[in-house]
């Protein structure tokens, strides 16, 4: 499975930006897909995970309530809408596909997940 990013910027603070992923290779709609960022000096953290067919969702506390993960199977594409981004939200963003997981199980770790991207930058100014 490759996975391609794109989207990321640099914006103000309370802007917005739209993440997505195209996938291709493998059976994406059976993949658990979710995405993961890094910023400086930082390991690299859960953000949010969507389930096969987008019934379930899972969000990090940080991102809760600003940030929507979706997806669109007959294009092979996962979405991550960002709103009142902070300069805390400076980062790498990274999606990842993880073939094992399941509506009951997104997992927040980036160990279950076998497939990334290469990654887009996001940068939100103060």
């Known amino acids: 499975v490759q996975l391609q990013a794109s989207g990321g910027g640099l914006v103000q603070a309370g802007g917005s930006l739209r993440l997505s992923c195209a996938a291709s290779?493998?059976?994406?709609?059976?993949?658990?897909m979710g995405w993961f960022r890094q910023a400086p000096g930082k390991e690299r953290e859960f953000v949010a995970a969507i389930s096969w067919r987008g019934v379930s969702t899972q969000y990090a506390d940080s991102v809760k309530g600003r940030f929507t993960i979706s997806r669109d199977n007959a294009k092979n594409t996962v979405h991550l809408q960002m709103n009142s981004l902070q300069p805390e939200d400076t980062a790498v963003y990274y999606c990842a596909a993880d073939p094992n997981g399941s509506f009951w199980h997104l997992s927040h770790s980036l160990h279950e997940y076998d497939y990334w991207g290469q990654g887009t930058q996001v940068t939100v100014s103060s």
């Open positions: 290779g493998g059976t994406f709609s059976r993949y658990v």
